[in-house]
């Protein structure tokens, strides 16, 4: 039987084209440029299957032609790169292909090491972000890309510049409507900003509503979430004005209620964090160590980018086929002028849930991605588990 469930996957992967063939990079780029609206979508989605669609060997060898080749144009870091520009472009399905293909890099080590070479393109990735609320195939992807790359202390004070812990706690007003994926990833990236002195003090005028979200989420059914969330107010309760506030609004009862019903796992962050509201510290600044956290998350076996994809082009020549028949390059291919792919760091395994609430920065753990609303049904129906309100804490 077991043979027989892993059968369909293996001939998944045995039809999957792997690509061989060496392109045409500076036609693509063109392309990708100056070329219409559908022709980019596709081509940006057909960069991304080269990476998601072939097997890790393959995968590696193609990201590093892109890199090699700077297929998004990341090289130069102040200036707007090409596919900062596709971002901002006025077609959905070009934005949309655009943050897909983005996440796909940010989803690897190597990837993410060239995305961040442009500074502009992180900017561009919060604007595209704080421009808008609601849950898109579109906002999930650029939402994804952003905290894959708030590892590093220096893009973190770029985000927190860019009001994105503000921006995080609106949209987070909004959990009954969001997907899965999008509440781990907003929770997990405000978690690694409010890490920063800058990040906890960006909350303090939110105070009463960020630490009233947290306090619904005490008690949501998946240990991951719970952490992101344990996380966040063991940073928040370090500042003096959030931990009155907390008191304020009973947390203290409602932490003390949680502990009794939580996981071994979360019962111990929970009891760090009933500590920390009862005690007189105060928030200490950054030391003056900027040198950026190592991103030592390993890649994943599954890239992100292609779930959920709307593109639909009847009759027209897709992925490796629109590759091969566009820009396949004929002659000998000469040795590039860039610089090697960089390296992204030596290799572990995703982060273990901490018995203390966490204290480097972490990215979620790699899920199947669910766009699938969050509701209050009954967890065996598939909905959140009821959590008690903060606000009505006695």
Known sequence: ?????????????????????QLDYSKMKSDLKRSSNTRKALLLQAIRWRLTRSLAPVRDGALRDFISNDILGCASPSSECAIGALLRNGDPGVQEQAARLVNAFCSMGMGRAYITQSTHLVRTLCDVAIARLDDTHTQRNVLGSIQKISLKKSLQALMIDAKLPHWLIEFLKGVESLSDYSLRYALALLMNLTLRTAGKKACIPSGAIILRLLGDLLE????????????????LLSVPELRSEGKTLGLGELLSSSIKTSPPEIKSQLKYILGQLGSDSTVQEDSGDDADNEDDEEDPEVIEGDEEDTLTMDESVTGETLLASEYQFYEVAKPSTLKEPLAAGPMRTHAKLFEVPCTRPVTPLNRPYSAAPISCLSPEMGGRKAARSISTAK
Do not use: A, F, H, W
């Open 1 to 21: 039987q077991q043979q027989q469930q892993q059968l369909p996957r293996q001939q998944k992967q045995q039809q999957l084209p792997q690509p061989q063939q």
């Open 220 to 235: 949501y059914d998946d240990t991951e979430v719970c952490s992101y969330v344990n996380g966040i107010l063991y940073s």
